[in-house]
């Protein structure tokens, strides 16, 4: 809305005008300090830097060992291999699990470099998760923070 003298006005619901001294006024439930961006492509790269790292140094060792380790087992008659299907049953799940534990055991260092881009708990956590910091109320709050816990904000009753 414009007046005659050619001043801009804006009016925004929910919010109570913050004096000249004090912390800008709040937006809706979106909490304070929430405002630092983390870009997507910094996002994509780390998510793919994990992805290929944890490939590479654990999964794949991890799958050829444990293949290796059932294979010599099934050669020297420790385990019978199938009489139907030789030793690729015990091969391939000795791989699958090789390759699952491979990718398990990436997760810390993955959320360490989560942790460093700016994210506070990586993937699997947030407003998204059942378990994310911020609870009912605080959708777009992804810390928590002192002034969040101290008041519990309500939503707006309407977004601008």
Not at 28 to 42: F, I, N, Q, T
């Amino acid at each position: 809305m414009s007046s005659g003298s050619g001043e801009a006005t804006t009016v925004k619901t929910g919010e109570t005008p913050a004096a000249p001294d004090s912390a800008p006024a709040k937006q809706g439930w979106k909490c304070p300090l929430s405002d630092a961006h983390v870009h997507r492509e910094d996002v994509r790269k780390v998510w793919k830097e994990c992805q290929e790292d944890s490939f590479w140094y654990r999964a794949l060792p991890l799958s050829v060992g444990s293949m290796a380790v059932t294979g010599g087992l099934i050669y020297n008659g420790v385990w019978k291999s199938s009489a139907r299907f030789g030793p690729f049953p015990k091969l391939a799940v000795a791989g699958l699990l090789g390759f699952a534990v491979g990718k398990a055991s990436y997760i810390g260092t993955c959320r360490s470099k989560f942790q460093e881009l700016g994210i506070k708990d990586g993937p699997g956590s947030g407003s998204w998760s059942r378990k994310g910091p911020c609870g009912p109320g605080h959708r777009h709050c992804h810390h928590e923070c002192e002034e969040c816990k101290k008041k519990p904000q309500a939503a707006p009753a309407e977004q601008a």
